[in-house]
């Protein structure tokens, strides 16, 4: 982990990282909200910027489990990406149908859509732990 030397570049890094453990939070709440990347997103810069906060989220109860197995390449769960492309498709399909007016920001959205999907599909799948005997 290379913390970046830069106080005020440490600085915003830390703050993005509250940001997006904020927004993980509200995923935790909210359904169709993701979790998984926000998590991930903080994780990434806590890295960069401070080992304590970086220690903290890894050893979490609630989110430590994600950075864990991200780190080690074990990837995600089943169940997480199939929630996360039904969010994927959900949202952008309330955005397409019902708030973006322009044809090209339409056809971005659905390009950008499909683009998530086909990364989350191709991630590693984590195998489920079997359950002791």
Do not use: C, H
Request: glycine content about 6%.
């Amino acid at each position: 982990m290379a913390v970046v030397k830069n106080r005020a570049v440490r600085s915003v890094f830390i703050i993005l990282g509250f940001f997006f453990l904020g927004m993980a939070f509200v995923g935790v709440a909210l359904p169709l909200i993701p979790t998984v990347g926000p998590v991930l997103l903080a994780a990434f810069f806590f890295s960069k910027s401070s080992e304590r906060f970086d220690q903290w989220l890894v050893n979490n109860r609630l989110f430590g489990g994600i950075v864990r197995d991200w780190r080690a390449g074990l990837g995600f769960t089943a169940r997480a990406k199939t929630i996360a492309i039904a969010a994927i498709i959900a949202t952008f399909t309330i955005s397409v149908v019902f708030v973006v007016e322009p044809t090209l920001v339409r056809a971005a959205l659905i390009i950008f859509a499909a683009a998530l999907v086909v990364y989350i599909t191709r991630l590693p799948t984590k195998r489920p732990v079997p359950e002791p005997v």
